[in-house]
């Protein structure tokens, strides 16, 4: 049952994590590469009618988190006290400037709201790559200190950053060298998949010079991979053990490397959509790949005090779990539908239907 | 300790006080709207679809808020209740995961068809689309109510050795008495909310002889589904919540209404007072002797339980507060209901559009309702004080014991400063859709 669950989690956090991941990417680009106004346009037409609802993937993670996991909901949520508060911040804030800029047609209206919905997007993009750096690398669960714990074992509070900067230290903090590096690989695998969403959603002037950007991107992007899977070292001393012990898990890495190699033929795709469906892969085969990795562990502990936490010491009560399923497939079920629904409704490109025309 | 849990439950209270303003109004405008774009299909009147667009649009900025301001609710029992969802979130996570699940999936995608749809859905499809946006916000209010109604009156649980409450009753927290008198009360006091923000609109037209005829029509339709709503916020839902307070919680009963000392022969009910909590009094009272009992008992000699009945550990945190915040509750309903009552009556008779001093109270009525939900709502959460879970779990049990006083003011100040930033952005846009009025709203081409 915990397993399930656990596959339940994680499936929405990939789901969540490709459809507003390309909300945060379009965001990046808008900050970034839009520079007139018809540009911007296409962009917010882009995600206009489903950011939204890209967001209640969060929602729904979060209430699956709390009631099939509540002792690692938690526990993380303390613990990561600061950089949640600043990651609700940050989505408040990116959702007004999407709200409310197109509310007053006043110049310095829209450049402030233009700047709030980039700015607060490429965060997001770097907090959530920092946070999946966190989680990857582990905290000193139980606040142990000289082998005794101060805490009960599974609670936690990290600071922002620690002086030394260091992944490896004894005081952790949310950001160090390790965790950054991840949050700049989300941040290029985000604007890629962002870019591709614009392409395949909108027929703007912008696009050759998208597919461009995401051919360059990729580069980045192949190196940042790379380099990413050097350093995996430090954290885990045997990253490779469960791919080694279950050789069926290398199908999330293969995914991952699939994704990278489509996107170099970015500029050659006869349809717009194939480039979202390799960042796509890219994404989701990445994610598992990191969550696969440390399985069962989903918060590893760095002191040897506290056991880890992991799907089985954390998940809420059997009969609660199998109550669970009683509503969880009929919501699905009906999920599905809206999605197909609001899918179809807005299909196609969303400048030729004439979205958001003012 | 101390520091860090007031600066806990001042962040709670903050940011659910503001949220509540949000889908209090959404929950009953939607059932409005509905009514709106029903009585278009059947009379093909183009009045009644420009009146479905107008409150779309200020549904939708609400909707909007509601959202925004609704995520903070959910990380909150993670980031600051820590310890409370560790113990109890195998039980109230079952029905916050559902509201996720069930409501916000639902709302979140009709809405985009709601507002830009309706040319390619046509009207039939459009109002079904707003009827499902309808039933999630009213899912989503129920579905807290149920996790609410699960702390006030825990049900279908039982309690491990390491503390942690686990669900053995999943019917249970559906069926929970707290439950149903509850949710009707609640979005009875969400129409009443919503209703008269219609009606105020409405009168405000008529008065500044702006949009005149979409005044008369919201106007009518304020106090029509206004007087309903009212009445059966008092009765019968507000009876039978306040009857669910006294047989679970007769504590926190004594408290609302100010019973410090049990009277044998029958109570008396206390209109007027300021509650003397060290002197164990209520100073400057209008009381009438015995209609508390016969309203809550149906007898007139009905002995109730005062607050010298129980132990000064378990009397509610802040009497006074909650005393307050339950007399303006049931003060202001009162005046509800009369002020509908009038107005339905000049309306019968065809006087309602001229009489100037009921149209100006109509308009200046419109901050009220929410004044009294929000009392309303402490009124239940102050009632429950000083537990969390109530009889089971304190509230001080429930922090979260690894952040520091420091952080939680940090984000306290912080969601204040967003929030204020937040709401004067609001007001401003609401503004600007009022004052442009009902004939400029044309959805196909508005953007989100």
């Known amino acids: 049952m915990e397993f399930f669950w656990y596959v339940v989690l994680m499936g929405i956090l990939a789901v969540y994590l490709v459809l507003d991941g390309y909300d945060f990417g379009a965001g990046i680009i808008h900050l970034f590469f839009a520079d007139t106004e018809k540009d911007k346009k296409a962009i917010t037409n882009a995600i206009g009618p489903f950011w939204d609802a890209n967001e209640v993937w969060l929602i729904a993670a979060g209430g699956v988190l709390f009631f099939a996991f509540p002792t690692l909901y938690a526990s993380s949520f303390s613990g990561f006290y600061l950089p949640l508060i600043m990651i609700l911040w940050l989505l408040i804030f990116r959702a ?10 006043n110049h310095m209206w829209e450049a402030i709201w ?25 905290v000193n669960l139980g606040m142990v200190q000289n082998g005794v714990s101060t805490q009960e074992a599974h609670y936690f509070f990290l600071p922002l950053w620690n002086p030394t900067f260091s992944p490896q230290a004894n005081e952790l903090g949310i950001i160090d060298w390790f965790t950054l590096f991840l949050g700049v690989v989300s941040v290029v695998a985000l604007t890629i998949h962002g870019a591709n969403w614009i392409i395949y959603k909108t027929n703007s002037a912008l696009n050759p010079k998208l597919k461009n950007l995401v051919f360059r991107l990729n580069f980045v992007l192949l190196v940042l991979v790379f380099i990413s899977l050097g350093i995996w070292h430090f954290i885990e001393p045997k990253p490779f053990h469960n791919f080694v012990e279950n050789p069926i898990l290398w199908f999330f890495p293969l995914m991952t490397f699939v994704g990278i190699a489509g996107l170099f033929k970015v500029r ?46 954390t998940a809420a009560h059997e009969y609660g779990l199998n109550a669970g399923l009683s509503w969880f497939f009929i919501a699905l079920f009906l999920v599905i539908i809206y999605f197909i629904i609001q899918y179809r409704v807005f299909s196609g490109k969303m400048d030729d239907i004439g979205y958001g025309e003012h | 300790m101390e520091e860090m849990l007031f600066y806990d439950r001042m962040q709670f209270a903050f940011t659910i006080t503001f949220h509540y303003l949000f889908p209090q109004l959404t929950m009953g405008l939607s059932l409005i709207i509905v009514y709106f774009k029903w009585k278009y299909l059947k009379t093909q009147d ?27 609710m959910e990380f909150q029992f993670g980031t600051n209740w820590a310890k409370f969802s560790e113990l109890t979130g195998g039980i109230i996570g079952q029905t916050l995961a559902m509201e996720g699940m069930f409501s916000f999936f639902l709302e979140s995608s009709f809405l985009g068809l709601f507002l830009f749809g309706e040319k390619l859905l046509g009207h039939k499809w459009h109002f079904v689309t707003g009827l499902l946006i309808m039933i999630g916000s009213w899912a989503s209010g129920f579905l807290i109510i149920a996790t609410h109604s699960w702390m006030q009156n825990p049900v279908g649980y039982e309690i491990l050795e390491n503390g942690k409450f686990v669900l053995n009753n999943f019917q249970a927290l559906f069926l929970n008495p707290w439950l149903w008198p509850s949710y009707l009360h609640n979005q009875a006091a969400s129409l009443v909310t919503s209703s008269f923000v219609v009606a105020g609109i409405g009168a405000f037209y008529i008065l500044s002889k702006k949009n005149v005829s979409f005044g008369k029509l919201f106007l009518k339709t304020g106090v029509i589904f206004g007087l309903i709503s009212s009445i059966i916020v008092a009765v019968p ?10 047989k679970y919680q007769p504590v926190t009963f004594a408290a609302m209404e100010g019973i410090f000392h049990t009277e044998k022969k029958g109570s008396e009910i206390v209109l007027i007072g300021q509650p003397d909590v060290k002197d164990k009094k209520l100073d400057n009272k209008i009381a009438v002797p015995n209609i508390l009992s016969f309203l809550t008992y149906g007898n007139w000699d009905q002995e109730i339980q005062g607050l010298d009945q129980f132990e000064e550990d378990l009397h509610p945190t802040n009497i006074s507060g909650l005393y307050y915040a339950y007399h303006i509750m049931v003060g202001l309903g009162t005046v509800f209901i009369g002020l509908m009552v009038i107005s339905l009556f000049q309306l019968i008779r065809g006087k309602l559009f001229e009489t100037k001093w009921l149209l100006w109270s109509l308009m200046f009525m419109m901050p009220f309702p929410y004044i009294a939900n929000t009392t309303g709502w402490y009124t239940a959460e102050l009632g429950r004080q000083p537990w969390l879970v109530y009889n089971l779990m304190r509230t001080a049990a429930g922090a979260s014991p690894t952040v520091s006083s ?12 967003l929030y204020l930033l937040l709401g004067m952005l609001f007001l401003l846009l609401v503004g600007k859709i009022i004052n442009k009025g009902p004939h400029h709203v044309e959805l196909s081409t508005e953007k989100i």
Do not use: C
């Open chain 2, 406 to 417: 420091g952080n939680t003011l940090f984000t306290l100040l912080g969601f204040i400063g």
């Open chain 2, 46 to 72: 183009e009045q009644y679809n420009h009146a479905t667009h107008f409150w779309m649009k200020i549904f939708a900025l609400n909707f909007a808020m509601g959202v925004v301001t609704g995520i903070p």
């Open chain 1, 268 to 313: 050659s795709f006869k349809k717009d959509g194939h480039g979202f469906i390799f960042s796509t892969l890219f994404l989701v085969g990445g994610f598992a790949s990191t969550a696969v990795s440390i399985f069962p562990n989903v918060l590893p502990s760095t002191n040897k005090v506290n056991p880890s936490l992991t799907i089985y010491n």
């Open chain 2, 237 to 246: 839902t507000g009876d039978l919540a306040a009857k669910n307070v006294v």
């Open chain 1, 114 to 138: 233009d700047k709030a919905f980039g700015i607060a997007s490429l965060l997001l993009a770097l907090f959530f790559g920092i946070a999946l750096g966190n989680i990857v690398r582990g």
């Open chain 1, 96 to 105: 007004i400037g999407l709200e409310m800029r197109g509310q007053i047609h």
